[in-house]
């Protein structure tokens, strides 16, 4: 079965920088699309960015101009830039397939934005 292994979470002050990553145990190649989720506590898991294997990229509002994806076909990794955190952006952070059929979730990667 497909490993995800997310790190790089931490705490940040607002407006700070974080850059997280993703290590598949399988080929990205041929997936046609991969996503960072996160989940707040009381929350429901949301999409917070996605890129196609042609490279398009998916934004919410909420992130828009403040998170960036990009992928490392050779490496089997997602990484997902975040600048400009706010206390809003706490929770874990996972990676995925795009998609109704998933891999197995990794364990995530905590994001604390707080002073």
């Known amino acids: 079965q497909v490993q995800l292994v997310e790190s790089g979470g931490g705490l940040v002050q607002p407006g700070g920088s974080l850059t997280l990553s993703c290590a598949a145990s399988?080929?990205?190649?041929?997936?046609?699309?991969m996503g960072w989720y996160r989940q707040a506590p009381g929350k429901q898991r949301e999409l917070v960015a996605s890129?196609?294997?042609?490279?398009?990229?998916y934004y919410p509002n909420s992130v828009k101009g403040r998170f960036t994806i990009s992928g490392d076909n050779a490496k089997n990794t997602v990484y997902l830039q975040m600048h400009s955190l706010e206390p809003e952006d706490t929770a874990v952070y996972y990676c995925?397939?795009?998609?109704?059929?998933?891999?197995?979730w990794g364990q995530g990667t905590q994001v604390t934005v707080s002073s």
């Open positions: 890129i196609g294997r042609d490279g398009t990229t």
């Open positions: 399988r080929s990205i190649r041929s997936v046609n699309a």
């Open positions: 995925n397939v795009l998609g109704p059929t998933k891999w197995n």
